[in-house]
């Protein structure tokens, strides 16, 4: 069964800074999606990043880019130049290829200092 | 593009009544639409999975007789919460897919915030 672990259930990060959050994955499948979404204090779930495990280029979206190691079923998301606006609760996922649901790890919150 | 909407935003009941909670793709034909339930300070739980004009299919321990989806059209799905109890409160939130299955495609809502009292 697909599992998705978070170890940090909170953050904190000087605005500017750049921080690292944790995740990882299991799975016995080779074909999977993984994710990172971000739900700020609006509750709006959004797609930050979105990596297909058969790609081995790490998705990158502007500030924000992913550290995918497939062997160590790793997916860490790391968020440059932090600002206030990025102050939110970020769950990582992942949907095996065909599977029929998404599961979410339990979510890491983060927040960002002045 | 891809624009899902709910509504209400947000709703209280009495223990009882019923509630129902549409789900809405403003841009795009939903295929598939995704039924979450968030308790605070927790994950997303996958309640149900509905495609249109099909029955929903739920996940294990989601009582389909308490939790009503209808998918009748491509743009619009309802949950609704039928004899709401004070621990049906919670924050539900749904998603929607223009693929068949989609789980790895799903825009979300902006989630409805349920308060039975």
């Known amino acids: 069964a697909q599992t998705v672990t978070q170890s940090q259930p909170e953050m904190s990060v000087q605005e500017a800074e750049t921080v690292t959050l944790s995740c990882t994955y299991d799975?016995?499948?080779?074909?999977?999606?993984l994710f990172w979404y971000k739900q700020p204090p609006s509750r709006q779930m959004i797609l930050v990043i979105r990596?297909?495990?058969?790609?081995?280029q790490n998705a990158t979206e502007n500030r924000f880019s992913v550290n995918f190691q497939k062997a160590a079923k790793s997916f860490s998301l790391k968020i440059s130049d932090s600002q206030l606006g990025d102050a939110a609760m970020y769950f990582c996922?992942?949907?095996?290829?065909?599977?029929?649901?998404?599961?979410f790890g339990k979510g890491t919150r983060l927040h960002i200092l002045p | 593009g891809a624009v899902v909407s709910q509504h209400p935003s947000r709703v209280i009941c009495k223990s009882g009544t019923s509630v129902k909670i549409e789900c809405r793709s403003l841009?795009?034909?939903?295929?598939?639409m995704f039924w979450y339930r968030q308790f605070p300070k927790q994950s997303l739980m996958l309640m149900a999975t509905?495609?249109?004009?099909?029955?929903?299919?739920?996940e294990q321990g989601v009582e389909k007789d308490k939790f009503l989806i209808n998918h009748a059209s491509l743009t619009l799905s309802t949950l609704t919460v039928t004899s709401a109890h004070p621990e049906d409160s919670s924050f539900y939130i749904c998603?929607?897919?223009?693929?068949?299955?989609?789980?790895?495609?799903?825009?979300f809502g902006p989630g409805t915030r349920l308060l039975v009292l």
């Open positions: 998603s929607a897919s223009p693929f068949s299955g989609g789980t790895e495609t799903q825009y």
């Open positions: 799975t016995s499948e080779s074909d999977y999606y």
């Open positions: 990596q297909e495990a058969y790609k081995q």
């Open positions: 996922a992942s949907v095996d290829l065909g599977d029929d649901k998404i599961i």
């Open positions: 841009d795009f034909q939903a295929t598939t």
């Open positions: 509905s495609n249109e004009g099909s029955k929903a299919t739920y």
